[in-house]
């Protein structure tokens, strides 16, 4: 039994492209402490790491034969160290960035190389791409994803643009979901923890035919907050969400494979509010937070985000070398919440919202696989609606509602194939093809006194902005690369991709101050030249895999809000999103496992970034011109270095299998905005650790986990209104304390 629950945990290890002497110093420590290692493990029988599969180039491929730098975490692997949301994912791949967005519980905030999107609002487009079963998630609302019936979650970093295509320029995230099988399996698992933690999985499937699967998962999650909202006794940073999943799979003939998909989710946690930094002024009587996840609000307290999503996916093997597939896809969600930007019960900047937005998408994909060469082919459709509107509440005297939709229809053609030419060498090449039609209608209105976006009632004062605006977007992303397979377990490659993010129209674009708001702006470009390793030393026990890289960051989307006094006494806020920045980002990933014995595990990652502006040039309002303020301005959310060093030990005895682990994440110094600010918080690192229990007969297992177990505080987001015109309203939001749980699960 000690190796039914073994799975492998793929890790990194990294030092930048600057620092070419800590690389070799980092490769060589690994290679002397095996050597040591290799030693004391004299006598271990058949000591090995298991194999990885990944689907990075859209069929399943073994990860150390894939030159792509991806991270492939399995069923087994989340279950054991506790990884119960897709952010956690962030801490076993180097220069990622996965987190919950300020002011809700399931909005995801994800950044990759130091590309991302900080900025949830509709109509503005990830830099990361976020997938469950290939299907493309479009928004980050509700992508917070909570694992479960999970097979693995892959990352891929760098530019993904020729496979992947939409707004992958960071890299892409992909969520699969556990394969039918056709037998008769059930599991059950409930959670007790930390703040009434309260959670509930059951999946089974079964065969309803020789030829015809179906299979089912549900989960609840709850848990009371880390804080209150103290002037109304509500819980802060809680958790209230429901989501499940069906799945059918209909084997129509040997050839020929039918799958059908459906996913619904519904999060009614409480609106996050964020832990004020300076005292107010407006609302001296308010009772002060002790806690950083404490705060006072001024509005409702509800929220609610619902995401739900079918697919139906055919698949035809044409013959023994190809295979046609058929991809078709409806996604929804709907978000109303209330968001308090000064955490006061006096209506300082109070913002209530909602999002709706819907997309269908069709690819169909031509793939040939023989021994020489290996082809991806395709065309994909998209078409995608996302509408909303957000009040912005100004001392409860006057509401300026921004609001409208953007149409999104987007066609692209890509293939990419791979030819080996000889037992060595093989190349790569690629390419794909995309055309974005965008039409957006965007208003901004001012009304008396407070108004709710879907209230039709109010007292309208005047009118901000008012047009309608089209524009086309097209782009080819090319991929060229070379592979070099030194030996049996050592393979080398160097690549170079392109990848592009979509332009689109500010939706929160103000003409009374700028009158050039309704301009579109532009996509966004990077070329990334990467050089990498995948290796296997000791006979299969030792596993590192490395990538140097560097990337040229051109014509990036930068968002900038600020409060500005139009008038005396009357105060808004401002927005642009304008082309200004281009950039270098350089860095290196490096990422290494070893089986120390049959039944101990360690692993390390390091991600170390060199990332620069060289020019950010923007309209500054208050100046009335062009400033240029790279020599100010630093990435956000992307530290300088990402690590961590985990372990697994194995224990078998005759009562069960107990499995160990723990880890140290470690995350450096981060800056939450382009622009320095006081929110800005130190590194910091998170230990974790749990132990698992499986029975002999394989039913039954119980874990106690632990996070963040040194309880450390650390702030990763917030918003930023200093000053006297919005009551000096600068808001932190914060990690997770530490949390205790036990789960006890059974299946069959």
Not at 675 to 691: E, K, R, T
């Amino acid at each position: 039994m000690a190796n039914n629950y073994k799975i492998n945990a793929t890790h990194k290890f990294s030092r930048t492209l600057l620092k070419p002497s800590l690389v070799a110093l980092a490769i060589s420590g690994c290679f002397a402490g095996t050597v040591l290692a290799q030693e004391t493990a004299k006598g271990a029988d058949d000591v090995k790491l298991e194999r990885i599969e990944v689907t990075a180039r859209r069929t399943v491929e073994n990860l150390q034969e894939v030159p792509v730098a991806v991270t492939s975490l399995g069923e087994e692997e989340l279950a054991q160290r506790g990884m119960d949301n897709i952010t956690a994912v962030a801490q076993f791949s180097p220069n990622t960035t996965l987190q919950v967005s300020r002011g809700t519980n399931s909005t995801l905030t994800a950044y990759i190389r130091g590309i991302g999107q900080q900025d949830p609002l509709w109509g503005f487009e990830p830099g990361v791409g976020i997938y469950i079963d290939d299907v493309y998630m479009a928004r980050p609302q509700g992508a917070a994803l909570d694992v479960y019936d999970v097979e693995r979650i892959e990352v891929l970093r760098g530019p993904q643009g020729t496979l992947y295509g939409r707004n992958t320029i960071g890299g892409a995230v992909k969520y699969v979901t556990k394969q039918l099988t056709g037998e008769n399996e059930f599991a059950v698992r409930g959670t007790l923890g930390t703040k009434s933690q309260r959670d509930l999985k059951i999946s089974g499937q079964t065969a309803l035919a020789d030829n015809l699967f179906i299979s089912g998962a549900f989960a609840n999650f709850n848990r009371d907050g880390f804080g209150k909202f103290l002037n109304t006794g509500d819980d802060n940073y809680n958790k209230e969400l429901m989501t499940g999943r069906v799945s059918v799979q209909w084997n129509v003939a040997d050839n020929f494979r039918l799958a059908l998909n459906a996913d619904k989710t519904v999060d009614e946690s409480n609106p996050r509010g964020g832990f004020r930094l300076f005292p107010s002024a407006l609302a001296p009587t308010d009772t002060q937070p002790t806690s950083v996840y404490d705060a006072n609000i001024s509005m409702p307290v509800t929220n609610k985000v619902e995401t739900e999503g079918q697919s139906l996916t055919m698949t035809l093997d044409l013959s023994e070398n190809w295979t046609l597939k058929s991809v078709t896809a409806h996604r929804e969600g709907k978000t109303d919440t209330n968001i308090d930007f000064d955490s006061t019960t006096f209506p300082t900047l109070d913002i209530p919202a909602f999002y709706e937005d819907t997309q269908v998408s069709q690819e169909l994909q031509l793939m040939y696989s023989d021994d020489k060469l290996k082809v991806a082919s395709g065309l994909y459709y998209y078409d995608g609606e996302a509408c909303g509107a957000f009040g912005q509440v100004v001392y409860g005297a006057s509401t300026t509602e921004n609001g409208g939709c953007v149409q999104t229809d987007s066609i692209a053609a890509y293939a990419q194939g791979s030819y080996q030419l000889d037992d060595k060498w093989s190349l790569t090449f690629g390419g794909r093809y995309t055309k974005d039609d965008k039409e957006a209608d965007v208003y901004r209105y001012v009304y008396a006194g407070y108004k709710f976006p879907r209230d039709p009632n109010g007292v309208y004062l005047a009118t901000q902005t008012e047009f309608t605006g089209k524009e086309s977007f097209s782009h080819f992303s090319p991929r060229i690369g070379a592979e070099y397979q030194y030996s049996r377990d050592l393979m080398l490659y160097g690549s170079y991709t392109d990848g592009f993010k979509s332009g689109g129209f500010d939706m929160r674009a103000n003409q009374a101050i700028n009158p050039d708001a309704s301009k579109p702006y532009q996509e966004e470009t990077v070329d990334t030249f990467e050089l990498g390793m995948k290796s296997e030393w000791l006979d299969q026990r030792l596993r590192v895999n490395a990538s140097v890289f560097m990337s040229s960051y051109d014509d990036m989307q930068v968002t900038v809000q600020r409060a500005v006094e139009t008038s005396p006494g009357v105060v808004t806020v401002a927005s642009q999103v304008l082309n200004a920045a281009s950039a270098d980002i350089n860095g290196v990933e490096l990422e290494a496992q070893f089986a120390v014995t049959n039944d101990f595990e360690l692993s390390m990652i390091v991600g170390y970034l060199d990332a620069s502006f060289n020019k950010v040039e923007f309209f500054d309002p208050t100046q009335q011109k062009v400033v240029d303020v790279s020599n100010v301005w630093a990435f956000a959310n992307t530290p300088e270095l990402t690590a961590t060093l985990a372990g697994k030990y194995s224990i078998a005895t005759e009562i069960g299998e107990f499995v160990i682990t723990a880890n140290m994440a470690h995350r450096s110094e981060t800056q939450i905005f382009e622009v320095p600010s006081v929110l800005d918080y130190g590194g910091y690192s998170v230990f974790n650790a749990g132990v698992n229990w499986y029975s002999n007969d394989g039913h039954w297992d119980v874990a106690l986990q632990g996070k963040n177990l040194g309880d450390k505080q650390a702030r990763i987001a917030g918003y930023n209104f200093a000053g006297p015109a919005l009551d000096n309203s600068v808001l932190g939001f914060y990690i997770d304390p530490r949390t205790i749980s036990l789960s006890v699960g059974y299946r069959f």
